[in-house]
């Protein structure tokens, strides 16, 4: 039977789990030798190269990898091996070299939604010649660094898309940040984080594919370049969800001691973290919040553009029953509890969360609040001034006619709630 690239791949893991790197090296310049894009195989190469007493040489071949990544478009695979590459030989010129080139093709304004790349990983060769099977340990030491330093024939040029948080953030941030990511190589089927746990640090998937699970339910699969678990970086609270790998998964951990660190250091890793982190709750609730729903693309990111962001301690009221609503909100983290006055006491009436709506009965109606809203634990919301409402429910009639008649609707429920206290937790009053 001839050997494929795939067997290779696992023979050359074999070996290196024994301690063999000679034929770990021998069969990753064989599969090399085939395919000079495949990156896995240059690591491979680069990792027995260092396990065999030559530092410099692997050191110059995942950078030359790197390279050929950043070209392709594949900037966190990129990242992945200039960070091995930090590992053998720190503080390396030619290692910081294309570190910066990594942040600067990173770096720009966020970009369109397209379609996922897929990764970097050729399709398997069938049948792989073996011209470094029979030849000397000295042979093939010179030969597997001619190969892994010698840069791969030019390939097709791809879209550069900007790095989602690593563009947010100083050359000098992101060269302290790059060595401090954890790498993770996980099998199908293995639970990242869980739901409930608290969480301790932000994942980028480098490779394969998670999907994010919830009561039994899938909401969403996010593939090589996806972010995810960020909140726990600015909120100390069990993790929302469950997220597993649905296929072998490569990621990157960014840990939250790691990040105050940084944060400490540089007053712009603190902002781009911030700005990252708003980003992604704004495309959360844009993906959850009904108000959008019936919105193209342009209607949705003109809309968002009119809000801004709230922070709400624990405790912290934004509506008072009776007065006039300043805006409409939408939650973005967190939880708010609805409360009436009933004869001096306040009567729970629902809870509001991420993607619900609150504050549009006030408005439209030109009416006094009819219940409070208070947050039940640190929270954020997007916030719409009064005078901005008219003019974006004016521009966006689908968003009007969504909220009035939810206003009917949740009028209706108010009154419900007025002769039976209490609403069931799905029945969430928008005021």
Do not use: C
Not at 73 to 89: H, T, V
Not at 176 to 205: D, N, S
Request: glycine share 6%; proline share 7%; no cysteine.
């Amino acid at each position: 039977m001839p050997d494929t690239t795939l067997t290779l791949h696992q023979a050359a893991d074999e070996a290196a789990r024994q301690g063999d790197y000679w034929t770990a090296l021998r069969h990753a310049a064989d599969i090399l030798t085939a395919e000079p894009h495949d990156h896995r195989a240059r690591l491979k190469l680069a990792l027995s190269l260092a396990a065999l007493g030559q530092p410099e040489a692997a050191t110059r071949t995942l950078v030359v990898g790197a390279r050929d990544l950043v070209r392709r478009g594949f900037l966190l695979s990129a990242l992945g091996l200039a960070r091995d590459a930090l590992e053998i030989s720190a503080g390396a010129p030619e290692v910081l070299q294309v570190l910066d080139t990594l942040h600067a093709s990173g770096s720009g304004s966020p970009v369109a939604e397209k379609p996922r790349m897929p990764p970097p990983v050729p399709p398997p060769i069938d049948a792989v010649e073996r011209p470094h099977r029979d030849v000397g340990r000295d042979d093939l030491i010179r030969m597997a660094v001619e190969l892994g330093t010698t840069d791969p024939p030019a390939a097709p040029a791809q879209d550069v898309r900007p790095l989602p948080l690593f563009q947010e953030i100083s050359r000098e941030a992101f060269l302290e940040l790059v060595p401090q990511l954890r790498f993770a190589k996980l099998p199908a089927g293995e639970v990242v984080i869980r739901e409930g746990e608290v969480g301790e640090g932000l994942f980028a998937v480098i490779r394969g594919e998670v999907e994010v699970e919830k009561d039994g339910r899938v909401l969403a699969q996010l593939g090589a370049g996806s972010f995810f678990g960020e909140l726990s970086l600015f909120i100390q609270k069990p993790r929302i969800a469950t997220v597993r790998t649905r296929m072998p998964t490569e990621l990157f951990e960014i840990r939250k001691d790691h990040v105050e660190a940084l944060a400490e250091r540089f007053a712009d890793f603190g902002r781009g973290l911030a700005d990252f982190a708003r980003r992604r709750l704004l495309a959360n609730v844009v993906a959850t919040s009904p108000i959008f729903e019936p919105l193209d693309l342009e209607q949705r990111r003109r809309l968002l553009e009119a809000f801004r962001a709230v922070p709400v301690d624990a405790g912290g009221t934004v509506i008072e029953e009776g007065q006039s609503p300043e805006g409409l909100y939408v939650v973005l983290e967190g939880q708010f509890e609805v409360t009436k006055s009933d004869d001096g006491e306040r009567v729970m009436v629902a809870y509001l969360r991420p993607g619900e709506v609150f504050g549009e009965i006030g408005l439209l109606r030109d009416q006094e609040a009819t219940a409070s809203v208070t947050a039940s634990e640190r929270s954020l919301a997007l916030f719409l001034p009064r005078k901005d409402f008219d003019a974006a429910v004016e521009e966006n009639p689908q968003a009007r006619a969504y909220l009035d008649q939810l206003s009917r609707q949740r009028l209706e429920d108010l009154s419900k709630a007025e002769t039976d206290e209490v609403l069931d937790a799905d029945d969430l009053i928008l005021l």
